[in-house]
């Protein structure tokens, strides 16, 4: 096949990429995409380092024996724990990761005080405090860790009632102290409404998933990888389940 008409696969611990590849269908439209979520192992957020790069190993190797022209990592924790490897084992393959847009709202509110909403891992890795050392002298970051966000994500229970208990302890002693609400994990998009109703409308809610897609058509036609045509969207999860490829679908819209 072609290069050009080879698949971008796009890589989640299960349904939150797809947050991601609503950007990058908006971006790309012409694109053919594989998006493969790892279902039967989430949430990746709660488990050691090594476990989550092993994961994400073994998933980017099944992807890439595929002959896929691109790879995006649409799940920051996975990013953050296996990004460098993957680069490093695949140097000559374009592999796009997501960070927390962290960068985008000190440049938006300098000065001022921002929420960093992510998976406990996400919060612990290296990646991250580095990424607020940059941030750090144009304002004050405040972590979120918003353990067990993601199972109700899964679950489809982004905006119910389990979720703004889950989340209530969590976020209401910042109500009127942040400035903006960095989404951290690809699955909270999902969960904006609730995450919106605790905190009010004076809190600006930011994610890094416009910012992959930008990167991600970037890096394709630097390459003169760009594809013209109709574009395609097939969507695996390692669960198996007829259900979940269905709600995939309705979360794509």
């Known amino acids: ?52 790069r092993d994961l994400t190993v073994a998933a980017a190797e099944m992807l890439m024996g595929r002959g896929i022209k691109a790879l995006v990592i649409a799940c920051n924790t996975a990013t953050a724990a296996a990004a460098k490897q993957l680069r490093q084992k695949y140097p000559e393959r374009i592999i796009i990761g997501i960070e927390p847009a962290l960068k985008l709202a ?18 612990r890795e290296g990646k991250f405090a580095r990424l607020m050392d940059r941030c750090a002298d144009s304002c004050t970051v405040v972590k979120l860790p918003a353990a067990g966000l993601v199972e109700l994500v899964e679950a489809g229970k982004a ?50 998933g416009a910012g992959t897609a930008i990167q991600t058509k970037r890096r394709l036609a630097q390459a003169g ?9 097939i969507i695996e999860n390692s669960l198996n389940r007829p259900e979940t490829i269905t709600f995939c679908h309705t979360l794509l819209g």
Request: glycine share 12%; proline share 6%; aromatic share 8%.
């Open 1 to 52: 096949m072609d290069t050009k008409n080879q698949y971008i696969a796009v890589f989640d611990s299960g349904v939150g990429g797809i947050s991601v590849l609503r950007h990058l269908r908006r971006e790309l439209p012409s694109e053919r995409f594989l998006y493969f979520g790892d279902g039967a192992n989430a949430p990746y957020g709660t488990r050691p380092t090594e476990q989550i």
């Open 106 to 123: 000190a440049d938006r509110y300098p000065g001022g005080t921002i929420g960093v909403m992510a998976t406990p891992a996400t919060l």
């Open 159 to 208: 905006n119910s009632a389990e979720a703004e208990a889950l989340l209530h302890p969590l976020l209401t002693p910042y109500v009127g102290k942040l400035d903006a609400v960095v989404l951290g994990c690809t699955h909270y998009p999902f969960a904006a409404d609730t995450i919106r109703k605790l905190l009010g409308d004076g809190t600006t809610l930011l994610d890094g």
């Open 225 to 233: 990888l760009l594809r013209e045509g109709e574009g395609e969207i």
